[in-house]
């Protein structure tokens, strides 16, 4: 079993940027693919981009492309979101969830959740 938090939402102007944390427990965290996944109130859930285990394959949303940033440290259990001219459309609770692999990932399948952080982006 996963267990994840993140951390590092916040409220930021618009053209600002925001790094977003992703930390898991459990042994097996370095095997899973990690997505972020993002609700806007009123909206459906939106993929944002996901990375393998390995750390060298990564997807991104078109939204979010050239812009965001994801990445993973595996010896601290880390998963990060780099997030740069952000939009007040990127406003949304983002969360980080496991896959077993990149073939779930582009399937939308997820297994495990974390709580969620808020971003708030102003114009």
């Known amino acids: 079993q996963v267990q994840l938090v993140e951390s590092g939402g916040g409220l930021v102007q618009a053209g600002g940027s925001l790094r977003l944390s992703c930390v898991a427990s459990g042994r097996t965290f370095s095997t899973y693919t990690i997505n972020w996944v993002r609700q806007a109130p009123g909206k459906e859930r939106e993929f944002v981009a996901a990375i393998n285990w390995g750390g060298d394959i990564t997807n991104y949303a078109d939204s979010v492309k050239g812009r965001f940033t994801i990445s993973r440290d595996n010896a601290k259990n880390t998963v990060y979101l780099q997030m740069n001219s952000l939009k007040p459309e990127d406003t949304a609770v983002y969360y980080c969830?496991?896959?077993?692999?990149?073939?779930?990932?582009?399937?939308?399948?997820?297994?495990?959740w974390g709580q969620g952080t808020q971003v708030t982006v102003s114009s």
């Open positions: 969830a496991s896959s077993r692999d990149m073939v779930s990932s582009w399937s939308r399948r997820y297994d495990y």
